[in-house]
């Protein structure tokens, strides 16, 4: 089964086109996506565990660490990183209050080449601010991975400006095609979403 399967499975995400969902940033969207679900599911936890491995081992080889984006990917990257035996951190987006005010939480020596796991793309900006972190840190962040990319244009130019690639588990693209072979949603929903998704946010 497929991770764009298994997060409908779980209502990690949820669609609906007919009552939109409003995000933080007052957007209107058809679809929702709570990868803090996953964690609740030991199967499906492992399968994105396993899916960043892969992408780590395959893509970034050299990896030396791996660091997650508050609150989403501390989680995840920490599975990962205990998986692959690597030092961990995670990354605030802001700096703590209080104590030693760190944005970047844990220790890695200077120049540590690091693997930055994220659990949601919508247009990038906060994943880009965990990089910029950890760059002012004093380390090399080779990619980001997500498990999810809502495919936004304005994501890829970002990172693309950022110089940091990044890949992820899945995507809106896979899975529209999913749906489109599922008879819950009808022809004029399935267009709804697609016209939502080419129009951008």
Known sequence: MSISQQLIEIKAI?????????W???????????????LSYPA?????????????MEIYPQAEAIAGVATGGIAHG???ADRMGLPFVYVRDKPKGHGRENTVEGYLEKGSKV???????????????AVESLREYGVDVLGLLAIFTYNF?????????????????TGFKELITLIESNASY???EIDFMKTWYQKGI
Do not use: W
């Open 14 to 22: 949820k669609l609906s086109p007919s009552k939109p969902f409003i």
């Open 24 to 38: 933080a940033s007052g957007a209107e969207s058809p679809i929702y996506c709570d990868n803090r679900m996953t």
């Open 44 to 56: 499906v936890r492992n399968a994105i565990c396993d899916g960043f491995v892969a992408m780590v």
């Open 78 to 80: 920490m599975l990962v």
């Open 115 to 129: 693997v930055v796991i994220e659990d949601l793309i919508s247009t990038g900006g906060s994943s880009l601010k």
């Open 153 to 169: 244009q304005k994501a890829a130019d970002a990172f693309d400006s950022a110089g940091c690639p990044f890949h992820t588990l």
């Open 186 to 188: 009808s022809l004029p």
